[in-house]
Nanobody, 124 residues
Framework: QVQLVESGGRLVQAGGSLRLSCAASGRTFSSYTMGWFRQAPGKERKFVASIRRSGGSTYGADSVKGRFTISRDNAKNTVYLQMNSLKPEDTAVYYC?????????????????WGQGTQVTVSS
């Protein structure tokens, strides 16, 4: 089992940057594909980015390509989401998720464990 705790969310102006972190418990962090999702008020939770177990391969949603970068440090049991050139439409609660399967998934049902979320608000 994996427990996930996100941090780093806050209020930021449009054009700014943030780095979110997700700390995982357990000794098998490197066995999980990790993902970031986000959920805006009144909307469904949507895929943002994913990174495979070794960290050598990533995949991101079209809406964030070129602006957001996912990375991981398996020695620290932590996955990161670097967010640059933030826009007001990036405002959402951001969730970290873990998937035991080695492949990517862009759907909520594809992940086995979730964090509690961290709020990111981008002002115009």
């Amino acid at each position: 089992q994996v427990q996930l705790v996100e941090s780093g969310g806050r209020l930021v102006q449009a054009g700014g940057s943030l780095r979110l972190s997700c700390a995982a418990s357990g000794r098998t962090f490197s066995s999980y594909t990790m993902g970031w999702f986000r959920q805006a008020p009144g909307k469904e939770r949507k895929f943002v980015a994913s990174i495979r177990r070794s960290g050598g391969s990533t995949y991101g949603a079209d809406s964030v390509k070129g602006r957001f970068t996912i990375s991981r440090d398996n020695a620290k049991n932590t996955v990161y989401l670097q967010m640059n050139s933030l826009k007001p439409e990036d405002t959402a609660v951001y969730y970290c998720a873990a998937r035991y399967s080695g492949g990517y998934s862009t759907i909520v049902e594809g992940y086995d464990y979730w964090g509690q979320g961290t709020q990111v608000t981008v002002s115009s």
